[in-house]
């Protein structure tokens, strides 16, 4: 390998380029995985509030419709109740 300068040998610039080109990957690497996180850490805090909100509903059901009086399936399913 020829080399446009003569004051470092080609051992060491053939050295410094594969430390340069590992170290490159490494930065793209961290880069992409940081963007990667950084997305989805976005959707888990999503779903994670999404959860905690409405766990309460489901938790509440049960005891709510027996204090109301209501039958839970014949609600939620689209029925008209009979009055």
Do not use: C, Q
């Not at 805090?45 to 909100?53: E, G, H, V």
């Not at 419709?65 to 399913?77: G, K, Q």
Request: net charge positive.
């Amino acid at each position: 390998m020829t080399l446009p300068y003569d004051f470092v040998d080609a051992k060491r610039h053939e050295r410094r380029e594969r430390v340069f080109l590992i170290l490159a990957g490494l930065f793209l690497g961290t880069l992409a995985m940081l963007n990667i996180l950084g997305v989805a850490s976005g959707y888990i805090f999503k779903l994670i509030a999404a959860m905690l909100d409405t766990i309460p509903f489901y938790i509440g059901v049960p005891y709510l419709s027996r204090y109301l009086r209501i039958d839970p399936s014949r609600e939620h399913a689209g029925w008209e109740s009979p009055r």
